[in-house]
């Protein structure tokens, strides 16, 4: 009995240890993602608002894309 409360407590470390990395590594794809979909949104912001033919209120909207990110 004895034994299979160690070996529960094993499991449920390991267990744990593996959601924290886990959790680590989500977090750093988020990041990663977030950044680049962040520069990505900018760089077609600005390629817009210098495009030709474009309406204007598309260029307005692309003009928003861009000023939150402060370029």
């Known amino acids: 009995m004895n034994n299979y409360f160690r070996m529960s407590a094993i499991a449920i470390v390991l267990s ?13 794809d988020f990041v990663k993602n977030a950044s680049a979909a962040g520069i990505a949104e900018v760089l077609v912001g600005k390629l817009v608002q210098d495009e030709k033919g474009v309406s204007a209120d598309v260029k307005k909207f692309a003009q928003q894309m861009v000023r939150p990110h402060g370029c």
């Open 16 to 28: 744990l240890g593996y959601q924290v990395a886990t959790a680590a590594q989500d977090a750093d």
